[in-house]
C-alpha cells in the first residue's frame, strides 16, 4: 500500500499538467485605464496652454479644449486659444478593457495689450484726460513726451506747460509680460467758441442782413479771442451775430441790458438765436460816428471807442481855386460830413493851374498837407499822401483847360481817397 500511495502522488501533478495542456490560449486581462492631466501656459504666452498627460493604462487619448477646436490624439498637446476665458478641457483615456474620462476648467488668460485714446478739457485745452484701453494688464506706466511727465495711474490727466506736439508713451505689463504703445498728442492753445462775428442792426453798415453781411469783425491772428472791427454807426439799434444764415441758427452777443447806450458798454452775454431777450445796444444822435468796437470772447468784454478824424478842417489852396494861396485866412473850406466826420466836401469851380490841400490855417509850414501821389496829378479819383509843410514832396494835383470847371471834391480822411465829380 505504501507503494502505491507513493506512486499516486507522483502520478498526480503530471495528471493534473496534462488535464491543463490544451490548444486554446487563454487572453491576459488588461485593468481599466485611468485618465488625468495637468496643464501650464507657455512662459510670455498665456493663451498657449501646455498639456501633461498623467494617465495610467491607457492606449489611446481624445483632448477636447473645450473652445469647438479640434479633437486632438497626441499624448501630450500644446494648444493656443484665441482668446482668453475659462474653458472646460476633456481627456478621454482609452484602451481594450474601456475608457475613462477627466475634466478640468482651465483659466486662460489673455495676452497683454496697450492702448489708449485722449481727450482735452474743453476749458482748458492744456489738460490732457486719458483713457487706458489695455486689457489683460494690471500695471501702467505712463511718459508724457516732454521730458517732466510721468505717471503710474491707470488713468491719468496731465497738464502740459506749452502747446506742441507730443510723443505719449504708455507702457503695460499684465500675466503675459509687459507691451508697449505710443501716440502723438497734439495739445493747442485754447480756441474759441465762435470763429467769425457780425454787426447787425440799423445802426451798423449791414442792416439786418444776417444772409450775407458786407463787413465782418477781424479776429486777431495772435489772439483768437479779440475781434475788432472799424466801422460807421448811425442812430439805431445793433447786435452781433456768430454766424451768418437764417435768424435761430446761431448765437448772439448782446448787452447785458436793454438799450444800452455808446461808449460805455463793456460786457456782453451770448444767446442762441430766438432764445433769451432780444437786448441791442443803442446808437443816438449824440452818440453816432465812426467806432473802433473790440470784443475780447475770452474775457468776455467788448469796447466802443468812438475815432476822431485826424483833422477838423481843411482847405483848398492855389491858383486853380477861389481861395488862391492865402493860407492865412482862406475865405472858403471843406465842409465836414455830419454823418461821418472823417469825410469832407467842397464845390468850387476849378480853372486852370495848381492846387493842394492844407489841414490848418496860419504859416507855410505849421500843419499837415494832402498832396497827389504824384506831380501834376490830374484832378482825378485816387488817393493822396499827407505831408507836413515844407517836408516832402510839393506836389499838386493840375487844372487844365479841358478839365477846369464847377466840380464836387470828397476827402475821405479814414480811406486815404480823394473823389472829383464834375458838375
Known amino acids: 500500500m505504501k507503494t502505491l500511495k ?49 494617465s495610467e493604462a491607457a492606449e489611446e487619448f481624445f483632448w477636447d479644449f473645450g473652445d469647438a477646436s479640434e479633437i486632438s490624439t497626441e499624448k501630450h498637446p500644446t494648444h493656443a486659444y484665441a482668446e482668453a476665458g475659462v474653458y472646460t478641457v476633456s481627456l478621454t483615456a482609452i484602451n481594450a478593457s474601456g475608457e475613462a474620462k477627466s475634466s478640468q476648467e482651465v483659466q486662460v488668460t489673455g495676452l497683454p ?35 517732466t511727465g510721468t505717471s503710474a495711474e491707470e488713468e491719468p490727466t496731465y497738464t502740459f506747460a506749452a502747446p506742441g506736439t507730443y510723443t505719449v508713451t504708455l507702457t503695460a505689463t499684465g500675466e503675459g509680460g509687459t507691451v508697449e504703445t505710443e501716440m502723438e498728442v497734439f495739445v493747442t492753445e485754447a480756441q474759441p467758441a465762435y470763429s467769425e462775428l457780425y454787426l447787425l442792426g440799423d445802426g451798423s453798415a449791414n442792416g439786418w442782413n444776417l444772409g450775407n453781411p458786407e463787413e465782418a469783425f477781424v479776429q486777431n491772428s495772435d489772439n483768437p479771442f479779440q475781434f475788432s472791427l472799424e466801422t460807421l454807426l ?48 443803442t446808437v443816438t444822435e449824440e452818440t453816432r460816428g465812426r467806432y473802433r468796437i473790440l470784443v475780447d470772447l475770452q474775457a468776455q468784454s467788448i469796447s466802443f471807442e468812438k475815432l476822431t478824424a485826424p483833422y477838423s478842417e481843411l482847405y483848398a489852396l492855389g491858383d486853380a481855386v477861389p481861395n488862391g494861396w492865402n493860407i492865412g485866412a482862406p475865405e472858403q473850406s471843406f465842409a465836414q460830413s455830419e454823418l461821418d466826420p472823417f469825410v469832407f466836401s467842397y464845390q468850387l469851380s476849378l480853372t486852370p493851374g495848381d ?30 499822401e499827407a505831408h507836413m509843410g515844407c517836408t516832402g514832396p510839393d506836389y499838386k494835383w493840375r487844372v487844365t483847360e479841358e478839365t477846369q470847371g464847377e466840380y464836387l471834391i470828397t476827402v475821405n480822411l479814414y480811406t486815404g481817397n480823394i473823389k472829383f465829380e464834375k458838375i
Open 355 to 384: 492846387f493842394k490841400i492844407a489841414t490848418y490855417t496860419g504859416d507855410w509850414c505849421d500843419g499837415d498837407w494832402l498832396h497827389p501821389v504824384q506831380a501834376d496829378a490830374p484832378a482825378a479819383d485816387g488817393s493822396y
Open 6 to 54: 507513493s506512486f499516486f502522488f507522483l502520478l498526480a501533478p503530471a495528471l493534473f499538467l496534462s488535464a491543463c495542456s490544451s490548444d486554446d490560449e487563454v487572453a491576459e486581462i488588461l485593468p481599466e485605464p485611468q485618465a488625468a492631466f495637468s496643464f501650464e501656459a507657455v512662459t510670455d504666452n498665456p493663451q498657449l496652454v501646455s498639456f501633461t498627460n498623467n
Open 113 to 147: 495689450v496697450a492702448a489708449f485714446a485722449y481727450e482735452t478739457d474743453p476749458e482748458d485745452p492744456l489738460k490732457v484726460i486719458f483713457s487706458n484701453n489695455s486689457s489683460n494688464t494690471h500695471t501702467y506706466s505712463w511718459n508724457f513726451g516732454d521730458a
Open 234 to 281: 448811425q442812430p439805431g439799434d445793433i447786435k452781433i451775430a456768430t454766424y451768418t444764415g437764417d435768424w435761430c441758427d446761431g448765437d448772439w452777443l448782446h448787452p447785458v441790458t436793454a438799450s444800452q447806450s455808446l461808449p460805455g458798454a463793456d460786457s456782453f452775454v451770448a444767446y442762441k438765436g430766438c432764445e433769451g431777450p432780444d437786448d441791442k445796444w
